[in-house]
């Protein structure tokens, strides 16, 4: 009988990538993904949120990465929840060339509640959110393509509940799926951003891979037993990861795909948007001298018309 086949040394001992594998002669694929100083760590500290914000947009942010390691077409995958809670926004965006941004929109009084209430202690998803919907959307370059999105409750305790709820109602596809955020301190008081992710999919079964229920349950139990600290600590590579996950049936990985925090605003798009608004809008933003200043809410750069060209 064959060795099993275990290509853990594709993934290195680095960040900022998402890869995607199969767990041999089995019914189950999957994807895994790590963020670091490239990706999650300058997104994070641009805008500065409250710990446990942070934290809930670093699991979007890797879960859209997850999402787009699917992708089949030149686009993007955004990742958005809107609710009635403290984050009333929650943005993430992957897209086929490896870029990648996020950021939320927080009602400072409403989180400082929730952090009073809670007493330091990390909010769950009804709790940051409230009632509202969870939007999953796939976006082609090419404008001929047609966009697809779908949207569930938000429902669960964790964002990664969330997401296997959103699998099961809008594709059907049995998926686990495991997110982590940490903050690891350096010495001197440094702080930086990491996070990791994995998902695993029952897929149908054929000649090759027959009946797909035992594999995809004993895959699932395995899934399971991931810890978070395993998922980011910079001393288990992902590859480790699999390694000790899988590795009595093997696992074929695809090439990892780089990551970067890369924005796409430009000022073209951004006065593209403002041309579109009407007299009285503008009135309202223009300062002393006529002119709009905006910032772009993923990034934070600042842009300035001035009135002449409005």
């Known amino acids: 009988m064959a060795e099993p086949t275990v290509q853990t040394h594709l993934l290195g001992a680095g960040d900022d990538f998402v890869a995607t594998f199969q767990i041999e002669d089995t019914s189950v694929r999957g994807r895994i993904a790590r963020l670091g100083d490239g990706v999650l760590d300058p997104i994070l500290k641009r805008h500065d949120y409250p710990r446990w914000a942070a934290y809930l947009l670093g699991e979007a942010v890797t879960l859209a990465v997850l999402v787009s390691a699917s992708l089949k077409f030149d686009g993007k995958v955004m990742v958005q929840a809107q609710g009635e809670g403290p984050v009333s926004l929650l943005v993430a965006e992957a897209r086929s060339d490896g870029g990648v941004r996020g950021y939320l929109r927080l009602n400072k009084e409403k989180w400082a509640f929730v952090e009073k209430v809670n007493k330091g202690q990390r909010p769950h998803i009804p709790q940051a959110l409230g009632r509202g919907v969870m939007a999953l959307m796939l976006q082609p370059n090419d404008p001929a393509q047609q966009p697809w999105q779908s949207m569930v409750p938000i429902e669960g305790a964790t964002l990664s509940d969330c997401a296997q709820m959103w699998f099961s109602q809008s594709e ?16 001197g008081g440094t702080k930086r951003w990491r996070s990791g992710g994995a998902l695993i999919q029952q897929v149908a079964g054929d000649d090759t891979r027959g009946a797909t229920d035992e594999p995809w349950d004993n895959a699932r139990h395995l899934f399971d037993t991931i810890e978070d600290i395993e998922l980011v600590d910079p001393d288990v590579s992902s590859g480790t990861l699999l390694f000790r996950l899988f590795h009595e049936n093997g696992v074929r990985l695809e090439p990892p795909k780089a990551l970067t925090d890369k924005c796409t605003c430009s000022e073209e798009k951004l006065f593209a948007t403002i041309s579109q608004m009407d007299k009285g809008e503008l009135k309202a933003l223009a300062d002393a001298d006529g002119g709009i200043s905006a910032d772009c809410q993923f990034c934070g750069r600042i842009y300035r018309f001035d009135a002449s060209r409005i």
């Open 172 to 187: 059907q596809v049995p998926t686990r799926v495991r997110l982590a955020v940490a903050e690891v301190s350096e010495p």
